[in-house]
């Protein structure tokens, strides 16, 4: 198969089709309404389901036991819509469920409105729900790249038990671009021997659970997930370096933003300044690794968000000190221009020499 033109939205439920996702279960919030538009048009054609739940609360604890049953779930929402989610996110998290979610983010805080936004970053990356828990975050730049994280979050779910958020924002879920859905190298998956199928087998029954009432039993089961998380941070980092090999600047900066900063990049570069870009592909795990790599001659760090600066703290920690770490940001849902991002950039290194 080609390539096909498509809205962001749509080609997330394609690629998750593709992935094998049979159930869905949503709630309608802008700008992501395509995606469960989509779906419910597409998965009755397949033999899936589609339910549109009362509340977002509803369509994550309907993820909860679809997902307790081993197939492939998945849901989607937007920022005030995740919220409500949290936590849904975890319970399924503290039962060891495989889930992808999908979050086409807005800006806020509260209703907020419409318009793209970054400003989830704390609330994917942290968990917004109780006790000690993580999932896999990807932040896509094109919808090429959606597609294809897309269809590799069911994989990573499914390997580590874990929920995967894909986290984009306004302009990926509304923006149209050629996409191809190609194979994907598969991983040797676990048997799901711990979803609850019934009994027939003559088995134990499964009990899908997150409640541990005895304080050791759940320590241990901390210390069980967290042996999890270190593994995904261990193996599943991705990130982009772009024109890195002499930057004296390095700005950070992921999702459609990073787009508009390799514009800046590029403009800057024709004026010989030495800039590059470090673009987080997981914003958890976070490339840490990555940050200790840098080429000797960067001078600066500038990271670049639709937010008040949310990424910065992870850039900081990263950082650990080495280089002074600026921001450039615009929140409540406008957009960077990469005229304003070139002028951060001159103001900085002017600074530096």
């Known amino acids: 198969m080609g390539k096909i033109l498509m809205k962001g939205n749509e080609a997330i439920g394609a690629a998750a089709i593709k992935a094998g996702c049979k159930y869905f279960f949503g709630y309608p919030i802008t700008p992501q309404n395509e995606l469960p538009e989509f779906m419910s ?11 549109q739940a009362e509340s977002e609360v509803s369509a994550i604890n309907m993820i909860y036991g679809a997902a307790g049953s081993g197939v492939r779930t998945m849901t989607s929402s937007s920022s005030p819509g995740l919220a409500l989610k949290q936590e849904g996110i975890s319970y399924i998290a503290g039962a060891e469920l495989p889930c992808v979610i999908v979050n086409i983010s807005r800006g806020g805080p509260g209703l907020g409105g419409i318009q793209p936004s970054q400003a989830d970053y704390y609330m994917c990356t942290r968990g917004g729900g109780n006790g000690d828990y993580r999932h896999v975050v990807y932040a896509p730049a094109t919808l090429q790249e959606a597609v294809d994280l897309t269809m590799e979050a069911f994989d990573i779910a499914d390997y580590y038990r874990n929920p995967v958020i894909i986290l984009a924002d306004g302009m990926t879920g509304q923006m149209m671009e050629p996409v191809e ?12 021997d711990w979803a609850a199928t019934g009994t027939e087998e003559k088995r134990d029954p499964n009990i899908i659970n997150s409640l541990f009432l005895d304080p050791v039993e759940l320590e241990q089961h901390n210390f069980k997930l967290d042996k999890k998380y270190k593994a995904i941070e261990e193996k599943e980092v991705r ?15 992921y999702g459609t933003t990073s787009r508009i ?3 800046a990049i590029d403009a800057l570069r024709e004026e010989n300044i030495k800039v590059g870009l470090l673009r987080p592909i997981t ?12 080429p000797s001659s960067t001078k600066a760090l500038l990271t670049v968000e639709m937010s008040m600066g949310q990424m910065i703290d992870d850039v900081k920690i990263a950082n650990e000190g080495r280089l002074p770490v600026h921001f450039y940001g615009r929140a409540g849902g406008m957009i960077p221009t990469p005229e304003a991002i070139i002028e951060k950039a001159k103001e900085i290194l002017g600074g530096a020499k």
Request: proline content about 8%.
């Open 283 to 294: 914003l958890w795990p976070f490339p840490n690794r990555e940050f200790t790599e840098l």
């Open 261 to 263: 900063v390799k514009n």
């Open 181 to 192: 859905f190609k194979e994907t190298t598969k991983r040797d998956m676990p048997a799901k």
């Open 239 to 253: 990130c982009e370096m772009y024109k890195m090999e002499d930057a004296e600047l390095v700005m950070v900066a």
């Open 41 to 51: 048009r597409e998965l009755p054609k397949l033999g899936g389901v589609f339910v």
